[in-house]
């Protein structure tokens, strides 16, 4: 069983910054992907951005293109999202997600606050 701790949510003013940090408890060659999905109340979780482990291919939603940025670093086993320019529609809860080789296993951190002030 992977675990997924998260850090980095808080309270930010529109246009500001924040990142966020995902480290997993093994080593993060075992997995396919890594990404953060979102969920506001009310609302779907949807993806936000995935990285390709093995080679840092990126995926964003359009929602994000152009102000959030998905790293990895797989020495560390973390994944980072740096989210710039924030809006108010940003504001969610965050949740790390990786993927196993195999295929069908996911595994999901326990979600971080981000609050975006207008």
């Known amino acids: 069983q992977v675990q997924l701790v998260e850090s980095g949510g808080g309270l930010v003013q529109a246009g500001g910054s924040l990142r966020l940090s995902c480290t997993a408890s093994?080593?993060?060659?075992?997995?396919?992907?890594m990404g953060w999905y979102r969920q506001a109340p009310g609302k779907q979780r949807f993806m936000v951005a995935t990285?390709?482990?093995?080679?840092?291919?990126?995926n964003y939603a359009d929602s994000v293109k152009g102000r959030f940025t998905i790293s990895r670093d797989n020495a560390k086993n973390t994944v980072y999202l740096q989210m710039n320019s924030l809006k108010s529609e940003d504001t969610a809860v965050y949740y790390c997600?990786?993927?196993?080789?195999?295929?069908?296993?996911?595994?999901w951190g326990q979600g971080t606050q981000v609050t975006v002030s207008s």
């Open positions: 997600n990786a993927d196993h080789w195999d295929g069908v296993t996911v595994y």
């Open positions: 093994t080593t993060i060659r075992s997995l396919r992907t």
């Open positions: 990285v390709f482990l093995s080679g840092g291919v990126a």
